[in-house]
């Protein structure tokens, strides 16, 4: 199926571009037409200037009105997903609601968390992780950027597991698939076989499993590869012809993707090994063994991404930690 078969099932992509490389290429927003006409917009894209430049101009090319959307239906709660929403609405120039699952909307609404509020919660927990107290500003700073790349919302309804979104050629079936993020939505179509995957699977890269803490700052509130591997084998049960992701172009193959990734996180996970086989060490350690020429500003991405990983491998009693002088040494 190519994307002009997408255009007869009424589906059309615009590629957004993003200035973060490990996103795996441009966001993409999708039209999605309507039964009584009109568009479903399904994320919206970044909120720069040059990303909502971009998503006027892949309106225009498609001879589409921001007027036309009828609803937004945000797929997670990262910038470069419904960062542009707020400019939607305001081209719309009328109510135009948007949907997103409620365990990720205080990263979108106005009146959820904001990351310089949260950062003395994280940062305890860095230092528990090893990181040295004098990183911790350079991480704080790096993500309240990102976080200004987008504009909140005075209002986000909630939407999640089972329900049905009727368009005009295809049923979507909402599918609650956390990992990537805590309420992170995915879309299917059993009859075209169809799955608008967002980030919870990418073609060529991994979606990065983010440290997410509790609202009070609860640790392990939210594991998020244990939870990624749980959802992604109910995406691998399924008959698929077609992914249309996050990022980059539509791919079909998607157990064969699966299978990468698990495979993978596999070969990462038995390095791990190797290194605590030295003796035990800091999740910042290991993750300096595991990233040795990661950049500053993707401390926390590489952070996150060791985490999560020892604690699967928590799951399956493969590594314990104990607590010493206020850190966590994994053995």
């Not at 009424?10 to 309507?34: S, T």
């Amino acid at each position: 199926m190519t994307e002009a078969d997408l255009a007869d099932l009424g589906v059309f992509r615009i590629p957004i571009p993003i200035p973060f490389a490990a996103a795996g290429g441009p966001v993409n927003a999708y039209l999605v037409e309507e039964a009584g006409g009109g568009f479903l917009l399904w994320d919206s894209g970044l909120g720069s200037p040059e990303a909502e430049a971009a998503l006027e101009a892949g309106f225009q090319r498609l001879g589409r009105r921001f007027d036309e959307v009828t609803r937004i239906v945000v797929s997670h709660g990262h910038v470069d997903h419904y960062g542009a929403a707020r400019f939607v609405q305001e081209r719309h120039g009328g109510t135009l609601p948007v949907y997103a699952h409620p365990d990720d909307t205080p990263k979108i609404a106005e009146d959820g968390w904001r990351w310089r509020d949260r950062m003395p919660l994280y940062g305890a927990y860095l230092l528990k992780l090893g990181v040295p107290a004098v990183e911790l500003a350079a991480i704080g700073k790096e993500g309240e950027r990102g976080f200004r790349l987008a504009r909140r919302l005075p209002e986000v309804r909630p939407i999640g597991e089972g329900e049905i979104l009727r368009t005009r050629h295809l049923e979507l079936r909402v599918m609650h698939m956390p990992g990537h993020t805590p309420g992170l939505l995915c879309l299917h179509d059993a009859a075209h076989r169809l799955f608008f995957s967002d980030d919870h699977l990418l073609e060529r890269i991994s979606p990065n499993p983010l440290i997410e803490l509790g609202p009070a700052g609860e640790e392990g509130w939210f594991k998020p590869l244990v939870a990624y591997l749980a959802s992604v084998a109910r995406m691998r049960a399924l008959d698929l012809d077609l992914v249309l992701p996050g990022h980059g172009p539509p791919f079909s193959g998607h157990r064969e993707v699966i299978d990468r990734l698990v495979a993978f996180y596999g070969k990462r996970q038995a390095r791990i090994l190797e290194v605590l086989a030295r003796g035990p060490a800091t999740c910042a350690n290991v993750a300096r063994s595991l990233f040795p020429t990661a950049r500053p500003g993707d401390a926390f991405l590489v952070l996150s991404e060791t985490i999560a990983n020892l604690e699967a491998m928590e799951e399956r009693g493969e590594v314990a930690r104990d607590l010493v002088d206020g850190a966590y040494r994994f053995r």
